[in-house]
């Protein structure tokens, strides 16, 4: 699930421009297995991400924290890139 994003040469490293935040990389999450039975560590994940109930959906922005918690608990949940504009 690793995405390699490339910067362009030449922009600036300060705040995005208005066109820039826009574009944005969302990720939906949706909690498709039950945590029970499952470690209490991978349980807390799952409340970390906002699910609560099986076939929860959560809207979350693609971060490298929130892809780290997604990959500790892939196998609980089903994850889709949506991009808003």
């Known amino acids: 699930m690793a995405v390699k994003e490339e910067k362009a040469k030449g922009t600036p490293a300060g705040p995005q421009t208005a ?3 826009s574009n944005k990389r969302m990720l939906k ?3 498709v297995r039950s945590v029970i039975g499952h470690p209490r560590i991978q ?3 799952v409340k970390g991400l ?3 109930k099986l076939n929860s959906e959560v ?3 693609d971060r490298p924290e929130i ?3 997604v ?3 892939s196998h609980l949940l089903k994850v889709e ?3 808003i504009k």
């Open 19 to 21: 066109a820039q935040q």
């Open 81 to 83: 890139a949506i991009d």
């Open 29 to 31: 999450i949706k909690l």
């Open 43 to 45: 349980r807390e994940v």
């Open 67 to 69: 892809r780290g918690m």
């Open 50 to 52: 906002g699910l609560r």
């Open 59 to 61: 809207i979350r922005e």
């Open 71 to 73: 990959n500790k608990i």
